[in-house]
T-cell receptor, first 111, second 114 residues
Framework: SQQGEEDPQALSIQEGENATMNCSYKTSINNLQWYRQNSGRGLVHLIL?????REKHSGRLRVTLDTSKKSSSLLITASRAADTASYFC???????????FGTGTRLTVIP | DTAVSQTPKYLVTQMGNDKSIKCEQNLGHDTMYWYKQDSKKFLKIMFSYNNKELIINETVPNRFSPKSPDKAHLNLHINSLELGDSAVYFC?????????????FGPGTRLTVT
């Protein structure tokens, strides 16, 4: 079964607003990663947060990780139309050596 | 320059045929992967190769056979194609041999079996 599930499945916001996506997973992890997929394209790595980290920033992205709740959130601030894409969380289980992807959140940013 | 490339981008074929998808990376990575993304956008690992050796072989039918002629290439050969094989197949690579690091994805190959 899949490791992660994103919430919400779809999100529509106005340009300039913030977008928050959540990811829950089931087992202990080594790290958690967020990827973006534009329609018809491959996935692009956004950010990696290790299990001993609680928060990480990269430009307009802010990722938090709560290992006690087995959850992570991705915040995109001051969204742009170009942020329209599907966002996936992926986990590396403790002792494993590959990524397990979640179900994705489809983000639409309306200009 | 494209970091991870796949050919073809689209592949339409009939049931029972055999087809191959090629993948090349110019990043100098030792580890390459094949993923399958279904119609619901769920992405699942199929195979992982490190320096031409098979590391991961998830529950994938024997009709799927990866081949790595060198560490820059990981091709996917599919025998006796079935309707359920229709999906988008992504190749990826990573510098991290443990599979725990950042992965770089190709643009995908959309396979349609009729």
């Amino acid at each position: 079964s899949q490791q992660g599930e994103e919430d919400p499945q779809a999100l529509s916001i106005q340009e300039g607003e913030n977008a928050t996506m959540n990811c829950s997973y089931k087992t202990s992890i080594n790290n958690l990663q967020w990827y973006r997929q534009n329609s018809g394209r491959g996935l692009v790595h956004l950010i990696l947060i290790r299990s001993n980290e609680r928060e990480k920033h990269s430009g307009r992205l802010r990722v938090t990780l709560d290992t006690s709740k087995k959850s992570s959130s991705l915040l995109i601030t001051a969204s742009r139309a170009a942020d329209t894409a599907s966002y996936f969380c992926a986990t590396v289980k403790t002792g494993a050596n590959n990524l397990f992807f979640g179900t994705g959140t489809r983000l639409t940013v309306i200009p | 320059d494209t970091a991870v490339s796949q050919t073809p981008k689209y592949l339409v074929t009939q049931m029972g045929n055999d087809k191959s998808i090629k993948c090349e990376q110019n990043l100098g990575h030792d580890t390459m992967y094949w993923y399958k993304q279904d119609s619901k956008k769920f992405l699942k690992i199929m195979f992982s190769y490190n320096n031409k050796e098979l590391i991961i072989n998830e529950t994938v039918p024997n009709r799927f056979s990866p081949k790595s002629p060198d560490k820059a290439h990981l091709n996917l050969h599919i025998n006796s194609l079935e309707l359920g094989d229709s999906a988008v197949y992504f190749c990826a690579s990573s510098q991290d041999a443990t599979g725990a690091g950042e992965q770089y994805f190709g643009p995908g190959t959309r396979l349609t079996v009729t």
